[in-house]
């Protein structure tokens, strides 16, 4: 019923940032969570960050002060804006939606590389 398209990242330099975005598309209750996850080789999938419809938002301790979550309702996509990246992001982000009706979506991930 939903499909979430993330798109935006890539290789980048400690310190530097990236800028990754996820469009919804499908029967979307506009009144929904959304987030980012990610997944390091070898590791489980942990949340990054999340935000409701109201703009009201969560994070990670470990991306605290240095990575930020936003929304555009009328364009039906959610943004995770990353900077002073390290190492320990490398990780394949996945975006995530959420709705007690609608059910849990998830999109299929993009590759984010931070080199030392």
């Known amino acids: 019923q939903v499909q979430l398209v993330e798109s935006g990242g890539g290789l980048v330099q400690a310190g530097g940032s990236l800028r990754l975005s996820c469009a919804a598309s499908?029967?979307?209750?506009?009144?929904?969570?959304m987030g980012w996850y990610r997944q390091a080789p070898g590791n489980q999938r942990e949340l990054v960050a999340i935000?409701?419809?109201?703009?009201?938002?969560n994070y990670a301790d470990s991306v605290k002060g240095r990575f930020t979550i936003t929304r555009d309702n009328a364009k039906n996509t959610v943004y995770l804006q990353m900077n002073s990246l390290k190492p320990e992001d490398t990780a394949v982000y996945y975006c995530?939606?959420?709705?007690?009706?609608?059910?849990?979506?998830w999109g299929q991930g993009t590759q984010v590389t931070v080199s030392s």
């Open positions: 995530w939606n959420y709705h007690l009706v609608g059910g849990e979506y």
């Open positions: 499908g029967n979307i209750y506009s009144i929904n969570n």
């Open positions: 935000i409701n419809s109201g703009g009201n938002t």
